[in-house]
């Protein structure tokens, strides 16, 4: 085996105001078994990331006066889609017409999997017409909140019967769901089988666990693994990490950092 046969993961993510979410899904994805990670940001957040990531690859690009990635950038960012092996969107991309711009023309030119997470969510939310005509397996990560906005349901009635919220997502967008939460919900496109995690606690309930299971799915989708499958693995492995944790030390000092930490020993346990 070489770097080659472990797959190729880009990271679109990152802006001025949240780099940490584009630097903790990287480094999750690395501690999941991903052979290179390219990370794609704005150019105005170059030194932090270079300064947290030692590992990756990194694609700087334009930005704009937000601190985002610009829609001028969506050119390049396109050129070299037909090298990697999954991609990864969303964590913490910000909200404006030009990433709307540049997941619209991921969707519309990516032949591997997508894993759609955060502020793409949101972008998606805004217009759902984004996910019509994509020809790759795309995987969206909603927290219920994110979930409310996506059906314009009320967050309390999507918990209230998460399994069919999800479900009907899935059928009638063509998708893979992975509505998070307490007992996290995947469904899938192409069957009515249902998956809820049983592992995690609320030692999760904290700004950045969802960039980290966004990394570990997005990497096992990079290495090859059927979507549904590598949902059903990365919410069961991110929530185990969790639950070793909390055994280890407690469910208030956990960050989601020590959960990247903590897959290493996860993994052993598999492997």
Request: glycine fraction near 8%.
């Amino acid at each position: 085996a070489h770097k080659g046969t472990f797959g190729h993961l880009l990271s679109i993510c990152g802006s001025r105001s949240m780099p940490g979410a584009a630097a903790l899904s990287a480094k999750a994805a690395l501690r999941s078994g991903v052979g290179l990670v390219t990370c794609a940001f704005p150019k105005c957040i170059y030194n932090t990331m270079t300064a947290k990531l030692t590992e990756t690859l990194f694609m700087p690009l334009e930005g704009n006066a937000e601190g985002t990635l610009s829609s001028s950038c969506t050119e390049k960012l396109v050129a070299s889609l037909e090298k990697f092996d999954a991609i990864l969107i969303g964590c913490g991309l910000g909200v404006n017409s030009d990433t709307e711009a540049v997941l619209k023309a991921v969707l519309e030119n990516a032949k591997v999997p997508v894993v759609i997470d955060a502020d793409a969510l949101n972008i998606v939310a805004n217009n759902k017409a984004l996910l019509e005509n994509v020809s790759a397996p795309v995987i969206l990560t909603p927290h219920p909140g994110e979930m409310s906005r996506l059906t314009g349901v009320q967050t309390n009635l999507i918990q209230a019967d998460r399994v069919s919220y999800a479900n009907a997502f899935s059928k009638e967008h063509g998708v893979y769901t992975v509505l998070k939460g307490s007992n996290t919900v995947v469904a899938s496109p192409e069957s009515d089988r249902v998956y809820v995690n049983a592992s995690g606690n609320n030692g999760l309930s904290k700004g950045g666990s969802g960039d980290v299971l966004a990394g570990i799915l997005s990497a096992f989708c990079a290495q090859g693994i059927r979507p549904v499958d590598a949902c059903d693995a990365a919410v069961y492995i991110h929530g185990y990490c969790a639950d070793i944790l909390a055994d280890k030390y407690s469910k208030t000092g956990i960050l989601p950092s020590d959960v990247i930490d903590e897959l290493r020993e996860v993994f052993a346990e598999f492997e």
